[in-house]
């Protein structure tokens, strides 16, 4: 393969990654969180940038709240522990509600909806919905944890006689866990920053707190949007 055809072939990937709505919703927030952390809640052009972005993404995330409410009457998997699937499907009613109320807001900030005072309280509304949501991921995450982590040790039993890491299942377990954990990572930190735009701890989480921990859970989310690797074949 010549230089320009490995040119060609990731830029195709690029183009892949932008054409999805959702990484560029989350390249748009980290651009969102960033310019928060830049102006610490001070009135300059990192805050108008911050503000402009916040409300270019609502665009985004129109009529998205139809995926969440679609998980919510999906069935889940045999075998999942029944307060893992109520947590999880507290988690889809809380961020579609979230999603739903927040077109709302958008329709308030933009001018749509007159009645200011009514949007900013459903705005607040949503974001407790949100920081709901990312409770139940949170606990949700840790439950399923426990349970590859109980998975993985009895498989590693079994191979005790053998590499483990040269097990297809347990690679797959280990991947696994490494994402899930990066999702719980992501999901505690979110609810620090729900903390942060509430406003419910202003002394210890700052705007710049706030911007920081956005800005790190938006590469997180842009790094999950990757495509997956694909497999080297053995030849």
């Keep these: 393969m010549t230089t320009l055809d490995a040119t060609r072939a990731e830029l195709a990937l690029v183009?892949?990654?932008?054409?999805?709505?959702?990484?560029?919703?989350k390249i748009c927030r980290a651009i969102q969180y960033g310019s928060k952390f830049l102006s610490n809640g001070q009135p300059g052009t990192a805050q108008n940038v911050d503000k402009s972005t916040s409300l270019a993404r609502k665009v985004f995330r129109?009529?998205?709240?139809?995926?969440?409410?679609?998980?919510?009457?999906?069935?889940?998997?045999?075998?999942?522990?029944?307060?893992?699937?109520?947590?999880?499907?507290?988690k889809n009613a809380l961020l579609s509600t979230f999603l739903f109320l927040d077109q709302i807001v958008w329709l308030g900030r933009s001018g749509i909806y007159k009645n200011k005072e009514r949007a900013e309280l459903i705005g607040r509304v949503s974001l407790f919905c949100w920081m709901g949501s990312s409770v139940c991921t949170t606990l949700v995450e840790v439950g399923e944890l426990g349970r590859l982590s109980a998975s993985m040790k009895k498989l590693e039993k079994e191979l005790k006689n053998s590499d483990k890491y040269k097990n297809d299942q347990y690679r797959a377990k280990l991947q696994k866990s490494n994402e899930r954990s990066l999702a719980l990572v992501k999901a505690a930190m979110d609810i620090v920053v729900a903390v942060g735009l509430l406003q419910l701890a202003p002394q210890k989480v700052t705007p710049r707190v706030t911007g920081a921990l956005g800005f790190a859970t938006s590469l997180i989310s842009c790094y999950q949007l990757l495509p997956a690797p694909a497999k080297s074949k053995v030849t």
Excluded: C, M, W
Aim: aromatic share 8%; charged share 20%; hydrophobic share 45%.
């Design 15 to 25: 183009v892949l990654y932008l054409n999805k709505a959702e990484a560029r919703d």
């Design 62 to 90: 129109l009529f998205k709240f139809v995926n969440d409410l679609h998980g919510l009457i999906s069935p889940v998997p045999q075998g999942t522990p029944l307060p893992l699937v109520l947590l999880g499907k507290s």
